[in-house]
């Protein structure tokens, strides 16, 4: 089933259709509610119209066929078409396996020929990490009868994936021409091992990144693919998350003896480093909320508080905090209003 967009009349109509619907929000409001990633800088729009649109594609071999193409380290801009979150290939003897399908028709288009050519097979089969749309709008490169995932996750982009869509077109422009969604037809039910051309992976279906996360653990190179329920070296995103559950699905993360950790942004290692980063940005980031709400701080104040060391080394530490604070402020003051029989005042 697919939802469709106009990508010819999206030019003329997206930023009018963009501006109505979001224009009691400020800019920063604006990047906070329209997705996992967006950048705050959206203006000016149509710069660059001639830059060479197309993705330069970089595998990296991390263990005997499993290649790893690194996104960039930023909040999704025009510059970088999208392409921010990592993206896993994986050979079997049934054909290539793809792990998360990047921003948009043309990225798909392009990871799907290098599937191909990496393992000289076709492709037999695509997992989707979550419903953001840097992981899961490429579907379109790929044949929706191969692509599976946990049903939220198919609910959430179909729920979610024309706002994603109107934010992306917004701001990423030319890349997302033609880009429309593909939903997974594979529903992953629960969490098991798949053996796909004798390559065993367990499947982990989870959540607290989003309402539905799949992380998958490569039994035969010992790959831990994490999804955004890990980052690494970069600021956790927070749009859509539940910290507590997030916490519960990272100790059972913390739990695979992994060889390799892939997380879905920043480098991979061998280590569980991103697990044991991410778990700790969540501490101390819904500490220091929570302590800044309690002491009377402003929405305002409360995203300008100075933060440790250990959090500002994260790229787009600033950024992603302040982005939380407005996810969750909302949250604790909605906790505090008076209550008049059981009900909140509102
Ligand atoms: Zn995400």
Redesign the pocket.
């Given at each position: 089933m697919e939802t469709k967009l106009d990508p010819v009349n999206f030019t003329k109509s997206s930023k009018s259709l963009v501006i109505n619907m979001f224009s009691q929000l400020t800019r920063r409001q604006l990047a906070v509610a329209l997705s996992?990633?967006i950048a705050a800088p959206l203006l000016p729009a149509f710069v660059a119209e001639a830059a060479p649109l197309s993705y330069t594609l970089k595998p990296q071999e991390i263990a005997d066929g499993v290649w790893v193409i690194e996104g960039a380290q930023e909040a999704i801009t025009f510059e970088n078409g999208g392409a921010i979150?990592n993206i896993v290939i994986m050979d079997s003897t049934d054909g290539a396996i793809v792990i998360d399908t990047g921003p948009s028709r043309r990225f798909g288009e392009a990871l799907a020929a290098l599937a191909q050519s990496l393992t000289s097979k076709p492709i037999t089969r695509v997992y989707i990490t979550?419903f953001?749309p840097?992981?899961a709008f490429g579907n379109q490169g790929f044949d929706a009868k191969i692509i599976a995932a946990p049903e939220g996750v198919i609910t959430g982009l179909k729920e979610m994936g024309n706002t994603f869509s109107d934010a992306m077109y917004y701001i990423a422009r030319d890349w997302m021409r033609g880009t429309e969604i593909v939903l997974p037809t594979i529903s992953i039910a629960k969490s098991g091992v798949e053996d796909i051309g004798g390559r065993r992976l367990r499947l982990l279906p989870l959540s607290g990144?989003?309402t539905s996360d799949l992380a998958i653990f490569d039994e035969t190179s010992g790959t831990l693919v994490t999804?955004?329920l890990a980052f690494l070296d970069r600021a956790p995103?927070t749009p859509h998350a539940d910290f507590g559950i997030w916490r519960q699905s990272l100790s059972k993360l913390n739990d695979v003896s992994a060889r390799t950790t892939v997380p879905?942004h920043g480098p991979v290692e061998a280590s569980q480093r991103a697990v044991s980063q991410t778990k700790n940005w969540l501490d101390d980031v819904e500490r220091i909320i929570s302590e800044n709400f309690e002491q009377g701080l402003d929405i305002t104040e409360a995203m300008n508080t100075p933060l440790p060391e250990n959090l500002t080394r994260l790229t787009l530490a600033r950024y992603e905090f302040s982005r939380t604070v407005m996810h969750l402020y909302p949250k604790l003051e909605a906790s505090r209003l008076p209550r008049v029989g059981g009900r909140a005042v509102d």
């Open positions: 996992s990633t979150a979550h953001h840097d992981h990144h989003t999804g955004d995103t879905g």
